[in-house]
């Protein structure tokens, strides 16, 4: 019998260690896929769900749900979920998003899926999920903060569009009208600075251009200056039409 045992602790051991090297060649070599656009082995999904569901239902204790059918709380929480959320669980109306399809595990659209308790769903907003896009919102916000969150995505299933706007939320809609509003103050306001710069431009061109004509005119007035070999110099007038040439110290 003890014989036996200590067979089968051998081959345990040598099977672990045969096992553990496999598994560290299988990482080492790069085999496995890390890429979100390649889904897990149906195994490796099994395994993963069982671990994330496991790990958040054995750390709920203690965690006190409060009072989730306060308007108040609810109005928040809609604030607080169109600001943050609906970019990945979408929102009343909306079919898909930009980034979500992209995202692997696919998040739930919490618009039309059902929820696990409150307690879940407090512990999963505050801790976020390794390797998924779920961040811990916790980090950044209160319990009081989350716990509106929650009252809120707990009503929120087969919720209206216009439900969803009278309790606060924000549609796509709204925000391109808001984006494109801002846009063409922003072109106009360009456009006439723009214009204002280049009115400024020639203006001040102009000016430049007068300056130097201004400039040049005197110049040529004063006639030309040389200097002779005593080192005077002298500064010959042009003469005019009106004042002809005078030679008082010679006659004709």
Known sequence: MKQLTKHVLLTTIVLGTVAAGAAAAFVWAGAYNIGADSPHWSVTHTMIETLRDRSIQSRLDGIKVP?????????????????????????????????RPGLYPMPPNLTTEPLDSPETTFWVIKHGIKMTAMPAWGKTHTDEQIWNMVAFVHKLRGMTPAQYVQLGGKLPAEDDDHMHEGMDHHHAGADEHMHEGSDHHHAGADDHHAADAAHDEPAAAEGDMHMHADGTMEHHHPATATEPHKDDDHTH
């Open 67 to 99: 009072n989730l059918d306060d308007p108040a709380r609810i109005r928040l929480g809609a604030a607080s979920y169109s600001a943050m959320c609906t970019g990945c669980h979408l929102s009343p109306g909306v079919e898909d998003t930009e980034i």
